[in-house]
């Protein structure tokens, strides 16, 4: 069975505890990359971030994406979508088919 794990504010990842999911707190910026890389170094299977955090740890995003796991999945947190999941989206899609085949941009 695939482990797990959710990255963000408190309040945007405490009801994933009630599905099972590990929990992986982070209220501030300078911590996002010490949090995300702990919840790495677990081995799980699947790591979703909240959107927020997503710019702040990029690069290890990037470097993972080229593994097969961990599969790390972006979501909105209770401030909102600010558009990362929809941007990894995207071009995850382009790289499978070559081209932009859900937004046509």
Known sequence: MVK????????????????????????????????FMRAVNAGYGVIYVT????????????????????????????AGNNGAGTATLKAAVEKAVGSDIIFNK
Do not use: H
């Open 51 to 78: 959107e927020w955090i997503v710019p702040l740890v990029q690069k290890q995003i990037e470097k993972l994406n080229r593994r097969l796991t961990p599969s790390v999945v972006p979501i909105p947190g209770v």
């Open 4 to 35: 797990i794990a959710v990255v963000g504010d408190m309040e945007s990842i405490k009801g994933f505890a009630a599905v099972g999911l590990d929990l992986y707190p982070c209220e501030k910026a300078d911590q996002a990359e010490n949090v």
